[in-house]
């Protein structure tokens, strides 16, 4: 049977990760908006990681719920890429990374939308209406960073420069990807890299930005190896949960 | 004996018509295109129901909400099937219920096919449901809600809401 399993706890934990860091923005957002805008995304991003999970609870079977995977899971246990953990940095680190993001989840929600599993592909035609809405606004906000004035610019190339390293993991593909996608029922991450740096370089180029050369990749996350980030921000996360287990509201 | 008759399905969309989305009060959960199906049985009733957003918080309150009024219809046990396949969009939101949006002070959806480019900087112009002008901007791509997204009338000078195309 192919391992769809440990395949949607990758695609469960980018989002729970990232969703919650992002959360780590609201009531501290530069400007009104962009506060209300980063909650929001973070609210589609744990959104997205609950229906995830729960299809991850019901496929593994042993009866865990979306909230003991997310809240009853160490560090170890995670499978999310790296990128997704890494601290919030300024808003230029923010915006850069989750457009780099955004665009790697549509192309693979719009690949996901054509799952064999009914209720992955219709997890994933919701996602991709929300992910379509996050490219957008943060491709317009990196034009208007890189684009903008000489700090701006600075600010938004020195977060591009730090993040490169770790869009290579986006696209690592072992066996667990390869069988889902065999069996029609993931895809596999190798395969969307080409369409994924056409429209990031299109949003870079109109941004004023240069692409870093960067000679090692940054991996681990798939199998569990995190930075020493993750452990702080699910030490947070999951510290109610844990303290009063079973507890409800 | 009192003999029920089983509701038909229009009948159950009626009596679900009475409930209202908590976020936009102006709008049914059936003039959202929240409600997929309702069928009655012998034993109950069972509604299918998909969420606007992945993470839309107003969808337990939306639950609760649906099975009061069948309850207070007599109708029960209540079975709330969520489904996500169809995506909802906002092309499902009626003529009817647009007008009520622009009535109630909330620009309504546009088509959701109107996809811009990835990289648009100035989105086309929204009427303000006010003053009816469309020399108006964007002022936030997100709002109150996951639904919405803020506008200001540069006419009349009235900050308002759009209702987000998906």
Known sequence: ?249 | MVARTIPSREELFAILDEVKDPEVPVLSVVELGIVRDAVAFDTGVSITVTPTYSGCPAMREIEAEIRSALQAHGLGPVEIRTVYAPAWTTDWIAPSAREKLEAYGIAPPRPAAELDELVTLRRAKVRCPYCRSTNTEQKSAFGSTACKAIWFCRECRQPFEEFKAI
């Open chain 1, 1 to 249: 049977m192919a391992p769809l399993f440990p395949y949607l706890l990758r695609l469960a934990d980018d989002r729970l990760v990232l969703g919650h860091r992002l959360s780590e923005w609201c009531g501290h957002g530069p400007i009104l908006e962009e506060d209300i805008a980063l909650a929001n995304i973070s609210l589609d991003l744990i959104g997205e990681a609950t229906l995830l999970l729960k299809l991850a609870g019901e496929v593994e079977g042993q009866g865990r719920s979306e909230d003991a995977l997310a809240y009853f899971r160490d560090a170890i246990d995670y499978r999310n890429a790296l990128m997704a953990e890494l601290p919030k940095g300024d808003f230029a680190t923010t915006i850069v990374r989750q457009l780099l993001f955004s665009v790697f989840s549509l192309l693979q929600m719009q690949a996901l939308t054509r799952s064999a599993n009914a209720d992955l592909a219709g997890i994933a035609a919701k996602a991709v209406k929300e992910a379509r809405y996050h490219v957008r606004h943060c491709a317009q906000w990196v034009v208007t960073l890189g684009d903008g004035t000489e700090e701006s610019h600075d600010r938004a190339q020195r977060a591009l420069d730090d993040l490169w390293r770790y869009t290579g993991e986006l696209f690592l593909a072992d066996g667990i990807d390869r069988e889902v996608a065999e069996a029609g029922l993931g895809v596999d991450p190798s395969t969307l890299e080409s369409a994924w740096r056409a429209d990031v370089d299109r949003v870079l180029s109109q941004a004023k930005l240069t692409v870093p050369q960067v000679a090692y990749m940054q991996r681990g996350g798939r199998d569990g190896k995190h930075t020493e980030h993750l452990g702080h921000l699910l030490s947070e996360m999951q510290i109610v949960a844990r303290s009063h287990p079973g507890a409800t509201w």
